[in-house]
């Protein structure tokens, strides 16, 4: 045994000090956050800097097979060749884009779906909309009359987007203002996100533990899975966020906007970088993708186009990919390799450019 004489009221005063020195600390590494996030990157000179290159990019291939308008589209992650594409006619359909064959067509209950995606392994898909409800398909080629194996029943407005973490996490967002992270195997919520004040238009994975979302509400934020309390919001939008993407590191992410321009957000300095818009165009941005590099931009726009852009220069770089869609650019995104470019359309079409 040991004699320990503890003096109750002199330990007290001492965690009081070592309190107060915390949070002066913490004070000034705030001001000093603000400090370094007060410039953006149009005032760092990158004159020096060499214009990116970039080939023409032409439409190789138009994949027609859907009779209704086409909101989302997932690649996947496991082959490069393989889309999945998701339409108002009430189908899903997972093409070989390259040869222009529809592998396997999935019939819905619902035909108002507005997200879609492969998993991590690309064996299953999902997709989700206006029923609240998030369905799970296996990837079965040349079979037409799938099954759902799971639904993932918690959300009280639409499905808007869904990204798979691994193969048995996934991420989705919602028109009842939350994202939900879910046990599939269990079919249960294991998170949920709940400080957007508006629909949660759109999320993108950041690493491991982190994702950005994007609403309504015009707010960008930043969250960590492990906590439910958001951990960075960041505003500058005028109007609707409609599309997040994260940029190649997982420190930055980009969004599209109603009111007509992509920002570049950045999570350690807490500040907006930069921002992309054409003098041109108000047109409202409906979809984003960013280079497997993070230096090219692609936005989708609802006047039928796609722009594309320098992230560090912020410069709109030629050719602006039109001409090709009838109806606004609902989607867009890069391949596993990030070597083609697939566009989806309210014309019920679907382009592959390169």
């Given at each position: 045994m040991y004699d320990i004489d503890y003096d109750i009221d002199e330990l007290k005063a001492e965690i009081g000090q070592l309190e107060g020195q915390l949070n002066e600390l913490k004070k000034k590494a705030a001001e000093l956050r603000e400090e370094k996030a007060s410039g953006d990157m149009k005032s760092v000179d990158v004159g020096d800097l060499p214009a990116i290159g970039i080939h023409p990019m032409k439409m190789r291939n138009n994949l027609v097979g859907h009779f209704g308008k086409i909101y989302t589209i997932s690649w996947s992650p496991a082959l490069d060749t393989s889309l999945l594409s998701a339409s108002q006619d009430g189908t899903m359909i997972v093409w070989n884009a390259l040869r222009k064959l529809k592998n396997q067509i999935v019939r819905l209950d619902c035909q108002w779906v507005m997200a879609c995606s492969f998993s991590a392994n690309g064996n299953q898909i999902t997709c989700g909309g206006l029923d609240n409800s998030v369905s799970i398909f296996p990837v079965q080629p040349g079979k037409d009359d799938t099954q759902s194996t799971a639904a993932l029943n918690h959300h009280d407005g639409y499905i808007s987007c869904i990204r798979f973490i691994d193969d048995s996490t996934v991420l989705t967002s919602s028109g009842d203002a939350t994202c939900i992270l879910w046990d599939l195997p269990h079919e249960t919520p294991k998170t949920i996100f709940a400080e957007h004040t508006g629909d949660v238009m759109s999320v993108s994975i950041a690493g491991k533990d982190t994702f950005f979302s994007g609403g309504t509400d015009n707010l960008c934020k930043f969250w960590d899975t492990r906590n439910p309390k958001c951990v960075r919001t960041f505003e500058g939008h005028e109007a609707d966020i409609n599309s997040v993407v994260t940029v190649a590191d997982g420190n930055s992410v980009i969004t599209g906007s109603d009111d007509g321009s992509c920002k570049l957000f950045d999570v350690r300095s807490w500040s907006q970088l930069n921002v992309y818009a054409s003098n041109d165009s108000m047109h409202a941005v409906t979809s984003v993708e960013v280079s497997k590099t993070g230096r090219?931009?692609?936005?989708?726009?609802?006047?039928?186009?796609?722009?594309?852009?320098?992230?560090?220069?912020?410069?709109?770089?030629?050719?602006?990919?039109t001409g090709h869609h009838m109806n606004r650019v609902a989607c867009l995104g890069l391949n596993k390799t990030g070597l083609a470019l697939a566009t989806g359309s309210w014309d019920d079409s679907m382009k592959i450019w390169a």
């Open positions: 090219l931009l692609f936005a989708g726009y609802d006047d039928c186009t796609v722009q594309v852009y320098d992230v560090v220069k912020g410069e709109r770089i030629n050719p602006i990919l």
